[in-house]
Nanobody, 123 residues
Framework: QVQLVESGGGSVQAGGSLRLSCVAS????????MGWFRKAPGKEREGVAL????????NYADSVKGRFTISHDNAKNTVYLQMNSLKPEDTAMYYC????????????????WGQGTQVTVSS
């Protein structure tokens, strides 16, 4: 049974930083794509960042480029999202996703999803 467990969320002031972690269990952590998404109240789910665990290639939403960094540690079956210079508009529930099924990654067609971790940024 595949499980993705996110952690690292919390409340910070604008300009602060957080690092989210996503640990995958029961999952063949091979060469595939893993991503971070977020969902704020009243807004559609947004693809934040994507990484190819086979080679480390990445992709980011324009709204977070230059501020967020996605990385992975294959030995720990873990994907990270380092978030710097946080803004109030980054406030959302953040979800980890694994195994891209196809299509545009930001559309969110992944096989597995975590339960999410809340990030709240105050001004």
């Amino acid at each position: 049974q595949v499980q993705l467990v996110e952690s690292g969320g919390g409340s910070v002031q604008a300009g602060g930083s957080l690092r989210l972690s996503c640990v995958a269990s029961g999952y063949t952590y091979g060469s595939n794509y893993m991503g971070w998404f977020r969902k704020a109240p009243g807004k559609e789910r947004e693809g934040v960042a994507l990484i190819y665990t086979g080679g480390g290639g990445t992709n980011y939403a324009d709204s977070v480029k230059g501020r967020f960094t996605i990385s992975h540690d294959n030995a720990k079956n873990t994907v990270y999202l380092q978030m710097n210079s946080l803004k109030p508009e980054d406030t959302a529930m953040y979800y980890c996703a694994a195994e891209l099924l196809g299509g545009l990654w930001s559309d969110g067609h992944f096989s597995y999803w975590g339960q999410g971790t809340q990030v709240t940024v105050s001004s």
